[in-house]
Structure formats: C-alpha cells, structure tokens
C-alpha cells in the first residue's frame, strides 16, 4: 500500500516521520507501508529468527533482528529478518545496539503476504545485495518454495528437499520442507 503523497519527499524527511504500524518503507523517493503480518508469516519470522540466534549469538557470529529498519543507498526499508554479522552490529558505550541502522544487513530475508508486490520485495533484496548484502531470501508460503538470491548469481528457486544456503560461517543446515514444517502446529 502507498501512502499518499502530494509529491515525493527526500529520504531525510521521511526519516524524521512517525513510526507507522505496520512499517513504511522508502522506496525511490515514494513511502510504501509494509501489509500487517498474519499468522503463518509471523509463524516463520519468529522460528527462523529463533533458529538464527541460537546457531550465532552465542559466538558472537551474527544476530537476527525481526523488523529492523536499514537505511542505505538512498533507501530506508524493514525486512521481516535483517541478519547482521556481529561485527557490522554498531554499539553504544553500554554495549547496546546503535538504533540507526545505516547498512545493508549481511542477510535478508522476506516472506511474501498475499497481497504484497513481489516486484518491490525482490526489488528491496536486489537493492541490499547491491550494497553489500552477502544473502537474500524470499520466502513464498503459498507456494512452499524459498527464491535464494547470491551476489552477481543467478537466484535460485528452492522446493522440497532443497538445501538452503544460509550466511556464511553460520552453522546451519535447513532445507525448505523443513521450514515449512514449522507451519505445521496442530499435529
């Protein structure tokens, strides 16, 4: 959904706007706002974020951020999942998380509402990719399928029995039915 708008506004501008619930996202100079997640979207946010930080915070290897806005590039967008290796996450001197977020994650990954663009989603991927994200995942519920996008590849669309690529040197070995499994809670 776009947020209507006379004309379009610069980046710092939008910046300095509310947050909205669910979030908007700046997108060549246009707001976008986000559509509210529902059960099965929210269902795999929360698990893959789970399964994430259990295989990398300890070590310090990277982190899963649910929601998290990243501003770079002329862009201000929230992916569902933004992953940031350890030492790219900016801290404050009490050790805490710098708010602003002011790079690509290392890993983003999207899961696609029914009544989301495709088009800007892939879009929004293929912008980090092109500032330095190193994996982007778009995660497609009604079809249970996974489109893997690489830097300077070709993406890869992923069903079944399909290993997934994650980041690298974060141990973790997923296939797609196994992700979609987690949809599955009243068995």
């Given amino acids: ?75 201000s967008t929230v992916p569902d999942i933004a992953v940031l290796r350890w030492e790219n996450i900016e801290f404050d001197e009490n050790g805490e998380p710098v708010d602003s977020v002011l790079v690509a994650p290392d890993w983003t990954i999207e899961i696609l509402s029914p009544d989301q663009s495709s088009n800007r989603v892939t879009g929004n991927i293929l912008h980090c990719l092109k500032y330095g994200c190193q994996l982007g995942w778009l995660i497609d519920p009604d079809d ?26 974060v141990d973790l070995n997923l296939t797609v039915e196994q992700v979609f499994s987690w949809l599955k809670m009243a068995l």
């Fill in 1 to 75: 959904m776009t947020v209507a708008k006379s004309s379009s506004i610069v980046l710092k501008e939008f910046l300095k706007l509310p947050e909205t619930k669910p979030a908007s996202e700046y997108i060549d100079g246009e707001i976008f706002q986000k559509p509210m997640p529902k059960a099965r979207h929210a269902r795999l946010q929360g698990k893959l974020i789970s399964v994430v930080n259990e295989v990398t915070e300890e070590n310090r290897i990277a982190y899963a951020f649910p929601e998290l806005r990243c501003t770079f590039g002329g862009r």
């Fill in 144 to 169: 249970s399928s996974i489109l893997v996008f690489q830097p300077k590849q070709q993406p890869e669309l992923c069903y079944r029995q399909d290993n997934l690529v994650v980041l690298g040197g």
